[in-house]
């Protein structure tokens, strides 16, 4: 009974500890200088979109902007419409089980769930094409600098993974 009694505190101590750790870490996390030499001040050039469904984030940007055409690397051809009227393209990075299987909360299986957080499957580009963007409770509108633009463009086109052979598009943003 002694033992039992002193595996549960120590279990309970760890639990309390982790909780304590949490705790600090939410804290102190915000003061963490990032960016902190940026000029924040630029002019707020051109609107991009935040939009969740609760389980996915995407970017939303403009389909074609004098530093990019996403449809270098996002084609119409690969969606069910083909249509090339669509002017805004969202795009996420994540787990590809976790795109493919879990359009909703409900949909979340274990076994996907943890292969996502360990990093044992592979990563997607998720893109969806739009013909128009309404800020809601599900999208954000952010206005950037087109410098802030093309940072973001340079980092999410280094993400994109090309098979042997294919000649990775240019934007004027590497």
Not at 71 to 76: A, Q
Not at 107 to 123: E, R
Request: hydrophobic residues 40%; charged residues 20%.
């Amino acid at each position: 009974m002694k033992k039992i009694l002193k595996r549960t505190g120590r279990v309970l101590l760890y639990i309390v500890l982790l909780l304590i750790i949490y705790v600090v870490a939410a804290l102190l996390i915000p003061f963490i200088p990032v960016n902190k030499n940026k000029d924040y001040q630029s002019p707020n050039d051109l609107t991009i979109y935040i939009m969740s469904n609760g389980v996915h984030t995407d970017i939303v940007v403009p389909v074609k902007t004098e530093w990019v055409d996403w449809t270098n690397y996002i084609s119409y051809a690969d969606t069910d419409l083909k249509d090339t009227t669509y002017s805004y393209v969202g795009i996420g990075w994540g787990d590809k089980g976790f795109y493919l299987q879990t359009p909703t909360w409900a949909d979340l299986k274990f076994s996907t769930a943890f292969k996502a957080m360990t990093g044992l499957s592979s990563s997607a580009i998720h893109a969806t094409f739009y013909q128009s963007i309404v800020p809601d409770s599900t999208t954000v509108a952010i206005n950037i600098s087109k410098e802030d633009y093309k940072d973001m463009v340079a980092f999410i086109t280094k993400s994109f993974d090309f098979n042997k052979g294919e000649d990775r598009p240019n934007s004027k943003c590497e």
